[in-house]
């Protein structure tokens, strides 16, 4: 009965996500004049003057009287006077004289995890499939702890499934990264016929690597299941990745296999993400693959994320 007002409240969370992320402006932290580090190649500058103009590329020049920015299309020297604001950007942020927003989300798939970490302080919250609701925050800045829980049942908090998400970056390289993680659930589960409940811990095991930039990456890894104490013999393998097309969309797919004893399993996905720069929203579609299973084009998925 109270399924239907719950999903529509989640859906329509979601679309205002996606307006939010269409209209969200490009922003990063003012940075004082005498504070800008001249000419320096990994950082392009956008220069806000009093009459509304922005200039975007390096600074070579910062004196009492004036700020020289260059560009490959141009070269301005404007009045110091004149001079509104100044925000820093990494100069992988510019493309063909538009800057791009950082992605928000590199840290995940479409809920998979890529060894890629967040920075200190740094976090997210998000939503995967409209039932499950997560968090997570740079403990370090190669710590990254999350924790979650499903959205339903609503009449009864404590059927719910609750999750936790560490996650430790073992090798941190401009192109490579490399962790090891967990997902450790806690569900409720019949412990014999007459219905009674208990909790039953159950999860993943996992080692991840990553290669790539956060903008466009391909992630592989291996993950061994346990339930209780016993872990699983075979590893559930997942290959993914993100490559940035635009702006504003990503292309994204998580795909899994299983191991059986006499075939491979697993679940397959395709689709987008659309960026902002606090916010990513997924659109996509996925399904479960065996020797006569599978459903094109695929079961939608939502997801979405805000960085904090």
Known sequence: MLIAPVLFRRLALACAAILCLVAAPLRAQPVPLDSVRLDDPTLVYAVTLTNATTLIGRITLVNADSVRVVSSAMTATVARREVRSVRAYPATALHDGVLWPENPHATRLLFAPTAIPLRRGEGYVADFWIFFASAAVGVTDRF?????????????????????????????????????????????????????????????????????????????????????????????????????????????????????DNDVGGFVSYGVRMLGEKIAVDLALGSPVGADTFYFPGIPLLGFAFKF
């Open 144 to 260: 990254t702890m999350g924790a979650g829980m499903s959205l339903l049942p609503l009449d009864n908090f404590a059927d719910n499934i609750f999750y936790a998400l560490p996650k430790y970056t073992m090798i941190s390289q401009p192109r490579l990264k490399v962790a090891l993680g967990a997902l450790m659930a806690s569900v409720p589960w019949s412990s014999n016929d007459e219905g009674n409940r208990r909790r039953q811990s159950l999860g993943i095991l996992y080692g991840v690597a990553t290669t790539g930039s956060p903008e466009s990456n391909l992630t592989l890894g291996a993950g061994w299941g346990y339930v209780g104490g016993t872990l699983a013999n075979k590893p559930v393998l997942t290959v993914g990745g993100q490559h940035r097309a635009t702006k504003r969309i990503a292309l994204i797919s998580e795909n899994w296999f299983v191991p059986f």
